[in-house]
């Protein structure tokens, strides 16, 4: 029955009537009429209703129905109703007030909370406090249901772990950080029971928090919170967490660049997908740092035969970089092993076409042909033979000290053919064996450029490309130095020291037939021929000139 | 310089090597002729490397002795 | 004039099958080191014909080899074992081909079967067929396929060094070519080396009193 809003002073005898027939016990509000206060049973004999309604000013329909038993099984069931609902004078009431918002009615309805709940005893709950000082909190009946509030201990027993979490945080609430970015605490618990983590507990990753704790937390932003959090992984994940710590990722971080990814960039937090969703063209995370180099790999073949024809065996991100030990961007030497993974039999398969086909695969890398767009240079490395590793800065630093050895090659600085030499000379040492060695690798000036790979109908199959003097590839030349993180540094080196006599002694294994021939020994040909016709030509004409000198004398 | 002309006969005979040849003729040569083709190399280079420096004593030692012979 | 025979049979094949397989190695061999001058094949037809041409001249090697090794003619090798004697008769030689040859006078040197080298072109071929053209066929074989030689190559101080040594063995015989053309001229004819080398006849002054 929907209340008119007559003034007509009849409605208060029926009140009064209502209360005189409930004293003698024939007007109950529900079964358990006793306990409810005088007042509440008054109440509850019009707002029992299911039908009872009200217009609110935004068109909302607020519902003015309330359970009798429900409110006295509540913890507010001893209260008068208008120890929360101040504004309604019982003499008045229904009034005509107008009442913009169900949102609107709530907030002002909360206002009353605070005349029991103070302040002081808020704060017995620290995090509670904190959420709803703030400014735009939302008001304590959005939360706390408004008349079948229970006690905190009832309320805590009977959720388990995650729902207990998810009364505050399926609302709207947010923190902020330091810095004053906000933090939005809001969970959506669709997605989390949509994920790998399904059945895990909210309190299984955030242990410092559950119904027995919950400090207030304050990070300086978004990063740290990240970071933080990001190691609560390792409990379950150690082994790839492990691995993790061997990875240019993780000293990027160590080393202060807190950019570098951790576990939740790439898997999420709450909403972990399986990991078949990383590997796809859509789903691949690396791509949101790397979205050059993700660029590139699509356009490759590789790319197109995951991406477009859904081949899953062709490689990805991972298959070649390895997920959680990815390493440095490094001397090409150790890559061709991921292409070997997959391609085996590359000798044979090349050998059908390619003079040396064994030599080329140890010099040349594998984009240097299959990647015909890209800028092509020769990269030098000091090699130990003996355990298989590159010299790093920090053996060069033992041997020369900091002076001696280019730094950065932004300056103009090339190594020369001599730099070279000593640098070999110097860490071989006075041992015998000479472990050490200069190699040099025929490879693509950047990672970019690596990762655009066709297939063997667009790759380089002219030797001239490579074996001509003044060859592209053979113009830029530098040397790689391994840091200690693993990274390499290239040092630029003059391209001269790959066709110089001095160069022997250290770039002795480095040789391409055309293009770095020596030149001092193209001189000496010409000499050799020249003197090799000239002496034979004199001889003969000096034959000539004699036998015609002896025909006058009539010899 | 007088001119030397050779028979093919003295040419054979003188073939293998100054003394002894008659005693060897007749045992097994093969083994000392491989030894001797394959160490000739060896010593052919020692003679290229020398020559020079015999013909300059040799020029050297004309020219002191027409020096001493004009003196 | 008499006719002596000098050269073999296996000897003459041997000599034209190197002849115009030398040329072929310096053609190739020009085209696979210049390839920015030379335009005749393309780098790898140059390379794959240098390969099949350096295995022919290999086994022509070893006919050459296994002929003398087992032939009395082995001797044409044999070094002059009395260096005084050596150095007199090569220094006579030298006065020849620079002063004597001008003026007329006979070769002092006269070739039998078994003394078929005067002892300049003696010091040399001992050198060229024993040390130079198997130092080029070890080279050119460890070059033909680096990765199944890569210990040996190691070994010789690494890829550039061995290029290195093929290519100044390369150096010398195309010098070579034109010294061994010419001095084959001198003959009694400008061509009657060149003939005897097909006949195996050379043709010789009649000793007086012979």
């Given at each position: 029955m929907k209340m008119t809003m007559s003034g007509s002073g009849w409605w208060r005898w029926m009140v009064l009537v209502a209360v005189v027939l409930s004293a003698a016990g024939t007007v109950t509000a529900g079964d358990s009429g006793q306990g409810l206060t005088e007042e509440a049973q008054e109440c509850f004999e019009?707002?029992?209703?299911?039908s009872l309604e009200k217009d609110m000013t935004n068109g909302e329909t607020l519902s003015l129905n309330v359970d009798g038993d429900l409110f006295l099984g509540s913890a507010h069931g001893a209260l008068d109703c208008t120890s929360c609902h101040r504004n309604v004078v019982l003499d008045d009431h229904p009034d005509e007030r107008a009442v913009e918002s169900c949102e609107a009615h709530r907030a002002e309805i909360s206002t009353s909370c605070r005349m029991c709940h103070s302040d002081s005893r808020l704060q017995e709950v620290p995090v509670h406090f904190a959420l709803v000082s703030q400014p735009d909190a939302p008001a304590c009946a959005s939360c706390h249901a408004a008349h079948t509030i229970r006690s905190i201990d009832e309320w805590k027993t009977s959720l388990d772990d995650s729902n207990y979490c998810l009364t505050c945080h399926s609302r709207s609430i947010r923190a902020s950080f330091s810095d004053g970015v906000p933090l939005a605490l809001t969970m959506d618990v669709t997605q989390l029971r949509e994920?790998?983590?399904?059945?895990?507990?909210?309190?299984?990753?955030?242990?410092?928090?559950g119904k027995d704790a919950h400090a207030v937390r304050e990070f300086s932003d978004r990063r740290e919170h990240s970071l933080e959090l990001a190691a609560v992984c390792r409990e379950c994940h150690d082994d790839m967490y492990e691995q993790y710590e061997g990875s240019i990722h993780f000293s990027i971080i160590a080393g202060g660049n807190v950019d570098a990814p951790v576990c939740t960039d790439c898997h999420g937090s709450h909403f972990v997908n399986p990991v078949a969703t990383l590997e796809t063209i859509a789903g691949v995370p690396c791509r949101r740092c790397h979205q050059e180099i993700f660029d590139s790999y699509a356009e490759s073949m590789h790319g197109q035969a995951r991406g477009a024809a859904g081949h899953i065996e062709a490689p990805i991100c991972a298959d070649c970089h390895r997920a959680h030990g990815v390493q440095a961007a490094s001397w090409t030497g150790k890559f061709k092993a991921a292409c070997l993974s997959c391609h085996d039999n590359l000798e044979a398969v090349h050998g059908v076409w390619l003079p040396n086909a064994g030599l080329h695969l140890d010099v040349v890398a594998c984009p240097s042909c299959h990647a015909p767009e890209a800028e092509r240079r020769i990269d030098l490395a000091l090699f130990n033979r003996g355990d298989g590793r590159l010299v790093t800065d920090e053996d060069l630093q033992a041997h020369?000290?900091?002076?001696?050895i280019p730094r950065a090659g932004g300056d103009g600085a090339e190594l020369s053919a001599v730099d070279l030499w000593r640098y070999v000379r110097e860490t071989n040492g006075n041992g015998s064996g000479r472990p050490i060695v200069l190699t040099g690798q025929l490879e693509v000036k950047t990672g970019i450029e690596a990762h655009r790979m066709t297939g063997k109908e667009g790759a380089v199959a002219t030797c001239s490309s490579c074996h001509l003097k003044g060859a592209e590839a053979f113009r830029t030349v530098t040397m790689s130095l391994v840091e200690s993180d693993g990274r390499v540094r290239h040092v630029q080196v003059d391209d001269k020291v790959l066709g110089s006599v001095t160069s022997m002694g250290s770039l002795g294994g480095f040789y391409v037939l055309g293009s770095t021939r020596i030149g001092l020994l193209d001189i000496l040909l010409i000499m050799a021929v020249l003197g090799g016709m000239s002496v034979p030509a004199m001889h003969m004409t000096a034959r000539l000139l004699a036998r015609q000198k002896m025909g006058r004398e009539g010899r | 310089m007088r001119t030397h002309t050779m028979t093919t006969a003295e040419g054979m005979a003188a073939g293998a090597l100054g003394k002894g040849r008659a005693a060897r003729s007749g045992k097994n040569q093969v083994p000392r002729n491989m030894i001797l083709f394959f160490a000739a190399p060896f010593i052919g280079l020692t003679y290229i490397i020398v020559l020079p420096l015999v013909a300059f004593g040799a020029i050297g030692t004309f020219m002191i002795t027409a020096a001493f012979a004009a003196g | 004039m008499k006719k002596v025979y000098i050269h073999p049979l296996p000897v003459r094949i041997w000599h034209w099958i190197n002849a115009f397989g030398f040329v072929f190695m310096i053609v190739t061999g020009l085209q696979i080191r210049y390839p920015e001058i030379f335009g005749i094949t393309s780098f790898r037809q140059a390379v794959e014909l240098h390969n099949t041409a350096g295995f022919v001249l290999i086994a022509n090697y070893f006919l050459w080899l296994g002929f003398y090794l087992f032939s009395d003619r082995i001797k044409i090798y044999h070094p002059e074992l009395n260096p005084r004697k050596h150095f007199e008769d090569s220094l006579r030689q030298v006065v020849y081909y620079s002063r004597g040859i001008f003026r007329g006078d006979p070769n002092p040197h006269h070739s039998d079967p078994y003394h078929k080298f005067n002892p300049m072109q003696k010091m040399a071929y001992q050198v060229i067929m024993l040390l130079v053209v198997p130092l080029q066929f070890a080279t050119g074989l460890l070059l033909w396929d680096i990765k199944r030689f890569e210990g040996a190559v190691a070994l010789l101080g690494g890829v550039r060094v061995v290029d290195t040594a093929h290519v100044l063995c390369f150096i010398f015989f195309a010098s070579f070519l034109f010294v061994h053309f010419y001095l084959a001229?001198?003959?009694?004819?400008?061509?009657e080396h060149f003939k005897a080398m097909f006949t195996g006849y050379e043709e010789m002054e009649e000793e007086a009193g012979s």
């Open positions: 019009c707002h029992e209703d299911e994920s790998v983590h399904l059945d895990h507990d909210c309190t299984d990753c955030h242990q410092t928090f020369f000290g900091d002076n001696d | - | 001229t001198l003959g009694s004819t400008p061509s």
